[in-house]
């Protein structure tokens, strides 16, 4: 990994091993398993490249810009 390179944290069930959740950072992680999720010890914590590092995207790629061609109607 590059340095400076954004992270995240991605969290996985102990349990439910296909439930993973990623988050843009720990604090973040740590407060839904707390909250949501029984507590910090049914996660495994992993770091992650975020979303911006990775694919150059912001937080909703969904919500990217994108180029609009406008058409004359008449």
Known sequence: ???GMEMAC???HRALRDQQI????RE???RYAEIMGGGVEN???TTVPSVV???GWGPYPERAPRK???T???
């Open 28 to 30: 973040a992680a740590e």
């Open 10 to 12: 991605k969290i996985t």
């Open 68 to 70: 609009r061609e406008l």
């Open 53 to 55: 590092a990775e694919y």
């Open 43 to 45: 996660w495994v914590f």
């Open 1 to 3: 990994m590059s340095e």
């Open 22 to 25: 990623r988050f843009a950072n």
């Open 72 to 74: 004359p109607t008449g």
